[in-house]
């Protein structure tokens, strides 16, 4: 069975940047898709960003291109999601995802993890 597990959340400025790391266990585990979607209180699950595992193409949701870019580390199973600029409106549970494929809809990745919180004040 698959295990994630973010790290990196917290409480920051309006403006700052913050850096989100999920690990993917065991290491034996390899997807062709990594991911990031972002829960805030009373909305949807938003899709942020992805990342392929083979050639590292990554593609990001409108409201954070620009702002936020996405990492990862083939050989720690790890995937990084660095994000600048922060909004009060980027304040959400950030959850690290896997799957198939790149998509903005939540139900095609297969695996999440537990989530960590992000908390932007202004």
């Known amino acids: 069975q698959v295990h994630m597990v973010e790290s990196g959340g917290g409480l920051v400025q309006a403006g700052d940047s913050l850096r989100l790391s999920c690990t993917a266990s065991p290491l034996t585990f390899t997807s062709y898709v990594r991911g990031w979607f972002r829960q805030a209180p009373g909305k949807e699950r938003e899709f942020v960003a992805s990342?392929?595992?083979?050639?590292?193409?990554?593609y990001f949701g409108d409201s954070v291109k620009g702002r936020f870019t996405i990492s990862m580390d083939n050989a720690k199973n790890t995937v990084y999601l660095h994000m600048y600029s922060l909004r009060p409106e980027d304040t959400a549970v950030y959850y690290c995802?896997?799957?198939?494929?790149?998509?903005?809809?939540?139900?095609?990745?297969?695996?999440w993890g537990q989530g960590t919180q992000v908390t932007v004040s202004s």
């Open positions: 990342i392929t595992t083979g050639d590292h193409n990554t």
């Open positions: 995802v896997a799957g198939p494929r790149s998509t903005v809809q939540p139900e095609i990745w297969d695996s």
